[in-house]
């Protein structure tokens, strides 16, 4: 496991009689040039350190400069350290030159108690910052108080949850994603496809799409780079920047990835922050689109996440009437009402962001600076359980840490997260990492001698700490594949339906891949589905997964080949069901039986043997008869609906047609189905 980077520093019990340098003639007499030189960068420090809004990555370079000329300034070691604290990846460092100011001067700044405890809070010093911080309350009074009591307040808490948290820390290993995707610039924001053969993210690199540089930061401008997983290796390929028209001149990030890798939610920076949505084409990215006016506003919206039906977005936004600086919203894409705030269960008075959906369709990651951060920005986990969010769960020690942890996302597995940080073993500014979660630790195995030495002893008292929070319940299925033609083997840019068969509805609609074929589909437990394979010229092709509530997580891959209509063609009717030993249609088969009935409307001259079929278990004689009353239940229900009769066979062919083998479970399950064959067209 890679350790959280913890400064070394003194004590505060230090002595407090080390001289104050200042820049003057008097002390630097003999070195006038370099004394000038100093307080050059000085005054170019300042500059940048007083500006408003205050650049402090500008200021700091300038600061060390001068510093190297005279390392015992109280005033300048404080400006460094005060730099640090708000330079990225780089706060922890801020904490022996503000440790230096204080032993310099007790009173180099009003504040010097509250740096100094920011300073030790970022380096997980939990009780040195609190007694930091408490001493720092006296400058949170008088006319114009140095710091505000209020959030004085919070950091204490801050330091109570991470000190709490950091007991029970999370099982799990924290890797750096390696040099295929981290360069030595920032690369963060990551987002994946469910499968996690597909991963998206932002890097500030010198090769953007324009080559500017951002004013304000220094750094460039922000481009959206891919790569994929290379599925023989398992590891990821060399990383591509996605290019125009996805990435412009100016600032594009990637901030939300459908489960199939297919839509991409962009970042721009226009109107003061707005979210487009750009489709994948084959293998090109199309140009991102506007959203409209009731996700976007005048405000800030940051981030966004789909639902696993495509249908809903869930977004972040610092708009008028929240309940906080910025809030989690959530909205129907296709509908005319406006975002719902998701309330105050899930957002706080400070601020939300990253928001993250599970392809289990109601697990949400989101990261807040509310609930039980431990400082800035943590990652927590909430669950849409009978009609409402569970109490947000903080991740825990070490993928929280004191500082900003924020946009997180997580496998439809549940075994990987990924998210950016700051670390010892990065490759850049902030880097992607791998989080691989192991779950609860499983208990020794103890000997005869041991369990009865264990039976004897005192019970433990119980400790009010929460347990670590554990691996995703990842109750879903992953079924994905290429779309093709039956005999010319070319991919198809087919429609995926994907059905309730129970409530006869269909719930979500997809589309392989144009150029490829490929499809993904994410199927959270609880629904007995239908699957349909839909295109134009082509009969359809049904597939069925009954997943009962609490499945665990599974991964199907199925290529589909469709059939074009031809004399003689067969097509298995996976969504037709009957109970045991009857052939009485079940209601879950109806969405099927709908789709066979508008085949025959729209195609007046086809016609249909419809066939009936089982295992081998049994007597032959009661498979065939049961066969052909199934297939007959289907012709009545056909001639019904106004088919004419003529059209329709029913042919009953028991055991005598198996299409895999009687010796196993699923063998027998293929063998037992309803099919039509096409008799004329």
Known sequence: MRKYLLLVFLPLS????????????????????????????????????????????????????????????????LKIGDSYLHTGGAKPQALPYLQKAYKLNPDVDPRIHYLLGRGLHLNAKWQEAIAEYKAAQSATTGKNPAVSLNDVRKKITECENGQKLAQRPSRVFIDNAGP????????????????????????????????????????????????????????????????????????????????????????????????????????????????????????HESSAAYTPDGRNLFFVSDKEGGLGSRDIYKIELEGRGQAQNLGSVINTPYGE?????????????????????????DIFKSVFENGKWSAPENLGWPINTPDDDVFFVISASGRHGYYSSVREDGLGSKDIYLITFLGPEKPPVLSQEDQLLASRAQPVKETSLAPPVPIATAQVTIMKGIVTDEVSKQPLEATIDVIDNTRNQTIASFRANAQSGRYLVSLPSGVNYGIVVQQDGYLFHSENFDLPAGAAYAEVVKDIALKKLDVGVKVVLNNIFFDTGKATLRKESTNELERLQKLLTDMPALRLEISGHTDNVGKAEYNKDLSQRRAKAVVDYLVAKGVDKGRLTAAGYGDTQPVSTNQTKAGRQLNRRTEFKVTGK
């Open 14 to 77: 230090y002595s407090l009689h080390a001289q104050n340098v200042e820049f003057s003639k008097d002390r630097f007499g003999s070195d006038k040039d370099d004394l000038k030189a100093a307080l050059r960068e000085i005054k170019e420090g300042d500059e940048w350190y007083m500006s408003d809004p205050a650049r402090y990555e500008q200021a700091l370079p300038h600061y060390l400069a001068a510093q190297k000329f005279n390392p015992d300034n109280a005033q300048l070691n």
């Open 180 to 299: 295929s995707i981290n360069s030595p610039y920032a690369d963060y924001g990551p987002v994946i496809s469910a499968d996690e053969s597909v991963i998206l993210f932002t890097s500030r690199r010198d090769n953007s799409t324009g080559g500017q540089k951002d004013s304000e930061t220094g750094g460039f401008f922000e481009d959206i780079y891919q790569s994929t997983r290379n599925g023989a290796r398992d590891k990821w390929v060399a990383s591509r920047d996605l290019g125009q028209p996805v990435n412009t001149d100016g600032h594009d990030a990637t901030v939300g990835l459908s489960p199939d890798g297919q839509r991409m939610m962009v970042y721009v920076e226009d109107n003061g922050g707005d979210l487009l949505e750009a489709s994948l084409h084959g293998n090109e990215w199309r140009k991102p689109q506007k959203l409209g006016s009731r996700i976007n506003t005048k405000y």
């Open 353 to 377: 962001e990253g928001v993250f959906l599970h392809p289990d369709g109601k697990t949400m990651y989101f990261s807040s600076e509310g609930h039980n951060s431990m400082g800035g920005y």
